[in-house]
């Protein structure tokens, strides 16, 4: 598994949310969650693969229309996102009353 460099906000949202979930999400399943665009979150997703962090398949299913790429954390990816969110929430937690200040 590679570093990734830069980790902007759209980076620690789709890491959240396969930290969040206890089975594989497709990629329309996380633009949903996040709120970020398709141009954001498949060259993302496409990045965290290319690094080892995530790892992805074809569905395999029955059901009508076509079918969806599958993404989960890798067994490296998972403990390294983990840290990641939580590096963020502390960041996050830190800046909120500077901004509440600020609104004043």
């Known amino acids: 598994m590679e570093p990734l460099g830069r980790l902007g ?9 396969l930290v969040d979930s206890d ?7 996380i633009i949903k969650l996040t709120g ?16 080892g962090w ?6 395999e299913t029955e059901r009508r229309g076509p ?3 599958m993404y ?7 403990p390294a996102a983990r840290r990641v969110c939580a590096q ?9 009353p500077a901004r509440l200040r600020e609104a004043r």
Request: overall charge positive; hydrophobic content about 35%.
């Open 9 to 17: 906000g759209a980076t620690v949202d789709v890491l959240r949310v």
């Open 23 to 29: 089975r594989p999400r497709w990629g329309l399943e």
């Open 36 to 51: 970020r665009p398709s141009g954001s979150v498949y060259p993302l997703l496409e990045r965290l693969e290319r690094n």
């Open 54 to 59: 995530v790892t992805s398949h074809w569905e």
């Open 67 to 69: 079918r969806r790429r």
């Open 72 to 78: 989960e954390l890798t067994a490296d990816g998972a």
């Open 88 to 96: 963020a929430a502390t960041r996050e937690a830190r800046q909120r």
